[in-house]
């Protein structure tokens, strides 16, 4: 009991995301430039969604709590290295190791599942275009969102009241920038290995059943692409599926390695570059896939550009 209230009583030290490298003033400068502009490439994708009537379908509703996920995930974690990168300190409260656990959980773990309802999406519109107003209706698709957000809150409540339960009565030194749980579970003194376990063996769950949502999804897709007959409509579906497919990629590349690759094969620094990957890299490149790929997007965003412009004069 004396070991769970020094736990709580105690902050955590976070070892900053620079003290693995040199050049710290330029790579902090590269990822407050990445920060800002996730941060603006996200808002902007939610406020062209928003405004464009043409873009208020199934497909850019669930690009749009992406872009919710993408921009909640960086906040969570990059604010607080930089304010330790220019204190000079890295202390972070119980609470504050708390919270960071749980959004962090909470937002991935619902990014993943949602990025596999958004491949169920593809393949309905692909393979089943006639019955796609009905299979994904407004209220199919609310579903879908509140179940991603559900499957995370659960998931964050468990992994977060799990890891803080243990006692970390010794070095609170955590070789991170920001708490994660693989991170705090080094540092506890007492034995996690069966917590290890288990969370290995969710987390292979959490991410294989998406993921095989996902290869079914496009790999039906696939077909019904190499059959059609006209060259405009494979390249336009082709071209909406390859950036999904992409963003897929970025995720769940990183997931996997922090979660279901051993942990003898990690390093303070992979696991730092592979979470500044997933935190911040990606959800800066998310909006930028999207639009940069997508027609609809683009003629969306110059709409309500000029009509901005117009609004000024």
């Known amino acids: 009991m004396g070991d769970v209230n020094q736990s709580v009583a105690s902050d955590f030290i976070l070892v900053g995301l620079f003290s693995h490298s040199g050049s ?4 902090f400068s590269l990822v407050a430039a990445m920060f800002i502009m996730g941060l ?3 808002t902007v994708l939610l406020f ?6 043409r873009l208020h379908t199934p497909m850019y509703f669930l690009l749009s709590q992406l872009s919710l996920f993408d921009v909640g995930l960086p906040l969570v974690t990059i604010p607080k290295m930089a304010s330790d990168f220019l204190q000079g300190e890295g202390s972070i409260s119980f609470g ?3 919270a960071q656990i749980f ?3 909470l937002m991935g773990v619902a990014e993943g599942i949602l990025l596999a309802l958004m491949s169920y999406d593809r393949y309905v519109a692909v393979c089943h275009p006639l019955q796609y107003p009905v299979l994904m209706r407004r209220q199919v698709c609310l579903v879908m969102v509140g179940s991603s957000w559900l499957a995370g809150v659960l998931n964050a409540s468990v992994q977060t009241s799990i890891t803080l339960h243990f006692p970390y009565c010794a070095s609170r030194t955590v070789d991170h920038f920001f708490c994660e749980v693989p991170a705090l579970l080094k540092i506890s003194c007492a034995d996690t290995s069966a917590y290890e376990q288990a969370l290995s063996t969710s987390g292979v769950l959490i991410l294989v059943l998406p993921l ?3 290869a079914s999804s496009y790999g039906h897709v696939l077909g019904a692409v190499l059959r059609m ?6 390249n336009k579906t082709f071209t909406t599926c390859c950036s999904h497919i992409t963003v897929v990629g970025l995720f769940y590349g990183a997931a996997v390695f922090m979660y279901m690759v051993p942990g003898a094969y990690h390093s303070p620094y992979h696991d730092d570059v592979v979470s500044l990957f997933y935190s911040l890299v990606s959800p800066t490149l998310n909006p930028l896939i999207y639009s940069l790929r997508n027609r609809e997007v683009r003629m969306a965003l110059v709409k309500v550009l ?4 117009l609004r000024s004069k």
């Open 24 to 27: 710290h003033q330029l790579l």
């Open 40 to 42: 603006l490439g996200n």
């Open 48 to 53: 062209v969604i928003r405004m464009d009537s």
């Open 96 to 98: 504050g190791c708390a």
């Open 103 to 105: 959004f962090l959980t």
């Open 212 to 214: 095989s949502l996902i």
């Open 229 to 234: 007959s006209s060259e405009e409509a494979r």
């Open 306 to 309: 000029s009509r901005a412009g």
